[in-house]
């Protein structure tokens, strides 16, 4: 299995991205929303630190915690006082893989990938401002990598990141931007890896979420030419160091095989 660090740990290292920087519906449907979506970054939550971390007042934190938890979406934890997600986002997820990931033969693609490279292959997405990993397949060595299925990474570090962000749409990308915490050296490299990504087609990252861990990532788009997400190859770098070409070689292929998917070209 891939062994991976836990939230709490190294996406702490520099100030956090702001958790809610999209768009929300307006009144209850968006509170609503943005106290669920606290629990993709948490495990448990109480109403007062749902209260805190949104601004809602721990009054209304309290009804739409019952009727998300109605619904299905949000459940008791186990810990009095405590809520957790729901066993209906397991649904969610389920038909957001099938129709997203295995039908549109990602999933059969990224073992294919790992396959030949025998190293790990992971499909990922924007989400919010995190770098989400929605897929992914390991080599037959373990790989001590912070992406694995269901985990995320702010959206400005390494191959995967640099890729997505790269290619969102103009003001999707100002937006996500303006959301980083980052100071100014480190915002003006930001963006000068920005514009090297988008001018190579695809990002290398070495070591820049995990030690050791080196990284190539190629975008994938829809039919429309938008952002659907990004093809992923991590291998430790003293691997990746002696076949460097072939592990881009090999991930370029399979992004091309994505695109031409995805356009109907295939």
């Known amino acids: ?24 519906p307006p009144g209850g449907l968006g509170r609503a929303l943005e106290i669920l979506l606290q629990f993709a970054s948490s495990q448990v939550l109480t109403a007062a630190q749902l209260s805190s971390r949104t601004g809602i007042p ?20 186990n810990n009095r006082g405590q809520f957790s997600a729901g066993p209906a986002t397991l649904r969610l997820a389920a038909n ?12 059969t693609k990224l073992r294919q990938l790992s ?35 269901g985990r995320a990474q702010p959206l400005y570090r390494g191959a995967s990141a640099l890729s997505l962000l790269a290619n969102l749409p103009a003001t999707e990308q100002t937006e996500a ?5 980052l100071d100014g050296k480190d915002y003006e490299e930001l963006r000068r890896d920005l514009e090297i990504t988008a001018a190579r087609g695809f990002a290398i990252s070495q070591g820049a979420v995990d030690p050791g861990v080196w ?3 190629f975008p994938i788009f829809d039919g429309s030419g938008r952002l659907t997400g ?33 356009n109907g070209t295939s």
């Open 1 to 24: 299995m891939v062994e991976t660090e836990q939230d709490s740990g190294r996406g702490d290292e520099i100030a956090q991205p702001r958790q809610n920087s999209v768009l929300k």
């Open 58 to 77: 721990v009054s209304a934190v309290y009804r739409h915690l019952s009727a998300l938890t109605q619904s299905g979406l949000v459940t008791a934890a």
């Open 96 to 107: 957001y893989r099938q129709e997203s990931i295995v039908t549109s033969h990602i999933s």
């Open 115 to 149: 396959d030949e490279t025998q190293e790990l292959a992971a499909y990922l997405v924007v989400s919010g401002n995190k770098a989400l990993c929605v897929e992914a397949f390991e080599g037959p060595q373990m790989l001590r990598c912070s992406y694995s299925a």
């Open 177 to 181: 931007m303006s959301a980083l915490t």
């Open 215 to 217: 990284g190539v990532s």
């Open 230 to 262: 990004t093809l992923s190859t991590m291998a430790p770098s003293v691997r990746a160091i002696r076949s460097e070409k072939r592990l881009i070689s090999a991930t370029r292929a399979a992004a091309i095989i994505l695109n031409s998917a995805e």
